[in-house]
């Protein structure tokens, strides 16, 4: 049961990365403009892009969780306070709560690592748990 709990886990926690991800490669130009309307060098979108796609299929199949996983957490806090955090707007709170929600997600993974349903267990790589 805990193994599949984890693999149903590392899908869930990917799915945001996955539509996020597609959303910005879908729409290139228009991350570019947003990027720099923050202050972000438009250069980031694509490191952006991989990290999120790249990272959701890991997770999906399990394949160097532990490290995807910091990888993650660390985008989600970074992201957080560089873009969503402004205590004056309900909205981009809750998107501020929500991403560091979720880097407590990915700690929690990167700590037990991606179960035996998982490439990592598989070929015996680092992070099954």
């Not at 995807?68 to 985008?75: D, E, G, I, N, S």
């Not at 598989?122 to 099954?128: D, E, R, S």
């Amino acid at each position: 049961m805990k193994d599949s709990a984890i693999m149903v886990g590392r899908v869930l926690m990917a799915y945001v990365f996955v539509v996020a991800g597609w959303g910005k490669l879908t729409g290139f130009s228009g991350t570019e403009q947003y990027f720099q309307h923050l202050g972000i060098p438009a250069l980031l979108v694509a490191p952006t892009i991989l990290l999120e796609l790249g990272g959701a299929v890991a997770l999906v199949l399990g394949f160097l969780t532990r490290w995807t996983a910091l990888a993650l957490a660390a985008f989600c806090i970074a992201t957080a306070v560089l873009v969503h955090f402004h205590p004056g707007n309900q909205g981009q709170m809750i998107n501020f709560m929500k991403n560091i929600n979720m880097a407590g997600g990915f700690l929690i993974l990167s700590a037990w690592g991606a179960g035996k349903l998982s490439l990592d267990a598989k070929f015996n790589l680092p992070g099954q748990g």
